[in-house]
């Protein structure tokens, strides 16, 4: 594939949702990066960002190379350019996130798939389809080779980051200077959340640009309104970050600015005040939960001590605080959510965003809790991965009572209350950014998708309900089997707790059986889902009696309840049982929550 190649453009597809940072753009800085380093090389290039300005479709179909960003929200996006691109004959290259870890897909709408840290592989990607060479030798390159696809294998990651330019923000389509930047200081986190794919794509060794080349880039931006530092963790390092703060201080380079911090930063008093001075609006605080259960899930290393140290601290040093929660856990449940709202109330967190627990590729969640999206996964439409709808299958309730007990958090926080509370102190912009919040969520509900993904998410959960229709049931029959597995067990105590009687049943004699259809309103069917080699007889047993009662009791209503190894009990497939007996969500969670502590499953709240 020999080609002339003059004219390049790169691309940042917006997410077709509303979220968090949908008011105010914070540019990403892997388009912009890549197009300084390429221009500094004498192509002509363009870069759209297109929460900024949309992408001019002529140009981007006269270049002859596009260079398209994918996130995972945006990957929908991304790949219908990608699409239209390639079918007027252009080369395209996907990477981001998204494609780095799922490459084999990005292909199947891209030429290339650069993964990970794109700089060098990009530059060579170039230069190899001008010379008309082979691709075998750029690491971090992904490819089709007759029919089939070629991962190369991986570069080692930039250990100085110095050697890549300073990104020119005038290549940005529609850029405006004095406005909002992104600086980036470091990669890499050294931390291992369990939701987040930072580590995977950018390792957790902690690398750095010089303090000299972050000040001059500094000196570059001078004037803008606020700088972003674009680090993971912008305090893992504090005697570098210290060093950096002084000279930021000593040559008068402080614009308003905020950073991604951990709880720990509040512990050394020094650098809290030289934050302070050296003008800090505000910070990103990965707070996560309130929950400790979930706390350890996620392998955060924080108590709720240290959240509520970290508020008082900097707000002592009249920082604002962005509070990040993310909601959902194996741990959490409705209870939960709101519960961490009134927190973030009493506490006056500034602004927070509720991020619903979204299992991301790349992040040790999607690799190992959810098999690469093939457990407890409910959608793989990749543009609702916005952190604003239920993906997945949470252990204590339901996905549509996660998508609604998050919003609802939300909508608690962004209140007419809370923006009171915010005048009361003369808050005059937070009383605004809670403004904002509120108004997004009414916009959040006025989208079609939004709405109908919502109703989807209550369709799955009343399923049985609307199957069956609202009856008097006072008695289910069970297979007995089921009753000897703990998940029976557990069934059959939950149903007890709202008042239903259970009736073991097994392969009988037709009189018996005749005697006890007479005393049974409806039937449960388990439904067997990836058994497990050391559990095969049971399954055997279990499938043998459930295709006898089908066949013998089939005027009877049949309750579909999956049996499913992993994680332990799912509390959807017992709330769409009790809804057959109560429609209040409320009662049945307690009586799951009350049979879950009497069989020993959990410890009682």
Not at 43 to 54: C, G, H, K, L, N
Not at 240 to 258: A, C, F, Y
Not at 482 to 500: C, P, T
Request: glycine fraction near 8%.
């Amino acid at each position: 594939m020999k080609r002339a190649l003059k004219k390049l453009v790169f691309v940042e597809p917006k997410s077709t949702h509303l979220h968090i940072y949908s008011r105010v753009c914070i540019p990403r800085l892997g388009s912009v990066l890549l197009g300084t380093l390429m221009r500094n090389q004498g192509y002509d290039v363009r870069v759209y960002i297109e929460d900024i300005e949309a992408p001019d479709m002529n140009e981007v179909m006269s270049a002859d190379l596009v260079g398209i960003s994918a996130i995972t929200s945006t990957a929908p996006q991304s790949y219908r350019l990608a699409d239209k691109v390639r079918a007027a004959g252009g080369i395209v290259v996907l990477g981001g996130t998204h494609t780095s870890f799922l490459p084999e897909e990005g292909l199947e709408h891209a030429d290339f798939v650069i993964r990970g840290e794109g700089e060098f592989a990009f530059q060579e990607l170039v230069d190899a389809i001008r010379r008309g060479d082979g691709f075998e030798k750029i690491q971090n390159l992904s490819y089709r080779q007759d029919g089939r696809v070629v991962n190369n294998p991986e570069r080692p990651k930039i250990p100085n980051l110095d050697v890549n330019p300073i990104p020119d923000y005038k290549l940005i389509s529609g850029w405006k200077p004095g406005g909002v930047i992104s600086v980036a200081t470091s990669r890499g986190c050294p931390f291992s959340c369990t939701f987040c794919s930072v580590p995977g794509m950018y390792g957790h060794a902690f690398r750095t640009h010089s303090i000299e080349r972050v000040l001059q880039e500094l000196t570059l931006h001078k004037g803008n309104m606020y700088t972003f530092f674009a680090d993971d963790i912008f305090t893992a390092n504090k005697k570098r970050v210290k060093e950096l703060l002084r000279g930021m201080i000593d040559r008068n380079l402080t614009p308003e600015w905020g950073a991604q911090v951990r709880t720990e930063t509040v512990d050394d008093p020094e650098l809290l005040q030289m934050m302070r001075d050296a003008n800090c609006f505000n910070v990103y605080v990965g707070f996560e939960s309130i929950n400790p259960r979930t706390l350890k899930l996620f392998q955060k290393k924080q108590d709720l001590a240290k959240i509520e140290r970290a508020i008082e601290r900097f707000h002592a040093h009249k920082i604002r605080i962005h509070g990040m929660f993310v909601v959902g856990s194996d741990e959490d449940d409705v209870e939960t959510i709101d519960a961490t709202a009134d927190f973030a109330l009493k506490h006056d967190i500034d602004s927070i965003q509720f991020m619903i627990l979204t299992p991301i590729p790349g992040s040790p969640d999607w690799d190992h809790l959810y098999n690469r999206g093939e457990k407890y996964v409910i959608s793989r439409n990749w543009s609702f991965y916005d952190g604003h709808h239920a993906v997945h299958q949470p252990r204590r309730m339901s996905p549509y009572e996660l998508q609604m007990a998050a919003i609802n958090a939300m909508a608690k926080f962004y209140s007419w209350s809370g923006i009171a509370r915010k005048l009361a102190k003369r808050d005059i912009y937070y009383a605004t950014i809670r403004y904002w919040g509120k108004k997004m969520i009414r916009q959040w509900w006025k989208d079609d998708e939004n709405r109908e993904y919502v109703q989807w998410l209550r369709d799955q959960l009343y399923s049985e309900t609307r199957q069956i229709g609202h009856r008097v049931f006072t008695s289910v029959g069970v297979p007995d089997v089921l009753l000897q597995d703990s998940v029976g067990r557990l069934l059959q105590r939950f149903l007890g707790e709202l008042g239903v009687t259970v009736v073991p049943l097994a392969e009988a004699a037709e009189g018996a059986a005749a005697r006890a259809r007479q005393t049974v309103d409806c039937l449960i069917a388990p439904i067997v889902k990836r058994a497990v080699k050391e559990r095969e007889e049971f399954y055997a047993r279990l499938t043998a009696v459930t295709s006898t009662l089908s066949v013998g009791w089939e005027k009877l209503p049949r309750i579909s309840f999956p049996v499913v190894d992993g994680q332990g009990p799912v509390f959807e497939p017992f709330a769409k049982i009790g809804l057959l007996f109560t429609q209040n969500l409320d009662r049945i969670r307690t009586a799951y929550k009350n049979a879950g502590v009497a069989e020993g499953l959990w410890e009682a709240a």
